[in-house]
C-alpha cells in the first residue's frame, strides 16, 4: 500500500470561476480512466468516470479501499440522475428540489448501465449532486456521472484540503484541483429511499430536522446514531469500519460541558504524570486545557458548523504533533453537531467515557 509511481499533477483553480483549461484537463484525464480529486462543500473527493468499471476499480486500490463499500455517484444535473437509478420517487425529487446542489446522497434502485464496482454488488446506487463550482464544472466537462469517495486513505480522516489530498493519495492518482478549503467538513448526509419510510444511513450536512421539514417521517439507523455498527452487514457498507481515525487512540468524553471538561483533565493528567504526549480536541477556548497536553481547537461549541468545518483538520494535526492519545469533548447531537458525533464516534471506536 505503499507504492507511489504516478506523478500527481497538482492544479490550483478558483473556487468560484474555475479556470477552463484546468477543468478541461482534468476532465479528459477522467474520461481516459484516470483519477482526479476535486473540492466538493462537504469534503474532497477522488472522482474516476462511474461508468467506467475499471477505472472505478482504480478508487479502490489507490485508497486501500474494503471492496464491499460501495461509491457515491456525482452528477452535475438532474438530467444525469434516470440514467444511472431504475425509478424515481417522487418524495425524492422533493428532496432534490429542497437541497440539492447540497449535502444529500440520495440511495435509489440502480439502473443498468451503473458498473457493479460502484454499488459493490447491492442492488442501490448512492447519487447526489455537489454544491461546488469545481466539482460540477468537472463533472459537466467530463460529460460522464463522476464516482467519488472522499480522498483520503481508508481509515484515515477524510480531506477538507487539497494538502490533506495530497498527504495521503500524492504519486497514486493521476490530478488534484487544489479550489481551497472545503466549507462544510463533513461528509454528506446518506438517505436510503428504499424503504417505505426513508433512513438515514450515514448523518451529514443536511440534518435530520431538514429532511423531516421536507417528508415528515424520517428514521435513524442506529448504526447511524451510535457511530459503529454491531451488524455484519449494516445497510450502509461503510459504518462497519473504523473511519476517520487519527494515528493516536482517541477517547470520547460525554457530558454537560463543565464535567467533561474536568473528566479530560483528570484523564489527561493522568496520562502525562505516565509520561505521554497528550492531545485534547476542544471545542471552546475557555476550557483552559493548556496545562495537561496539546490543545486544538476544531471549532465552536455553540456554533456546530464551526466544528464540523475544523473536525478532520484537527484530527489530522494530532498526527503532525505525534501525540500518543487524545481526549475529545462531545457536542449535543443537533443540528450537524449529530454528524460530528457520528465522526467522533467512530474514531473512538467505541472508547466513550460518559460523566
Ligand atoms: O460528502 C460526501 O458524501 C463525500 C464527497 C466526496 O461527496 N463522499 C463520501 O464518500 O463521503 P465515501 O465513499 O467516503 O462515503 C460513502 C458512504 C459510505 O458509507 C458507503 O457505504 C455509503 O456512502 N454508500 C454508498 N453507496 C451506497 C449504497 N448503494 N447503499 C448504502 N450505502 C451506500
Ligand atoms: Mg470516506
New binding site residues.
Partial sequence: MTERNIATLYMKVDPVHPEQKAIEEAALILRRGGLVAFP?E?????GANALDGQAVARIFKAKG?PSD????V?VAGREQVSALIESLPVTAEMLMDAYWPG?L?L?LP?GEMVPQEV??G?R???V?M?DHPVALALIRAAGVPVA????NMSGRP?PTSAKHVLEDLNGRIEAVLDGGPAG?G???T?L?MTSKVPVI??P??ITPEDLRDVLGEVDVDPAAAAGFSKVETP?????KYVHYAPLAPLRLVIGKPEAAALKIKELAGKEKARGRKVGILSFSKNDDFSHYGEVVIAGCREKPETVAAGLYSALRRFNDLGVDIIFAEGLEELGVGLAVMNRLKKAAGGHIIIV
Fill in positions: 466538493t462537504t469534503v474532497y473527493g477522488l479501499r463499500n460501495p461509491i457515491i456525482h449535502p446522497t440511495v440502480v454499488t459493490a447491492l442501490t446506487v448512492a447526489r455537489p467519488a469517495p472522499s480522498a477524510s462544510v463533513v461528509e454528506s446518506v436510503d444511513l450515514r451529514g450536512g445497510r450502509s457498507p461503510g459504518m
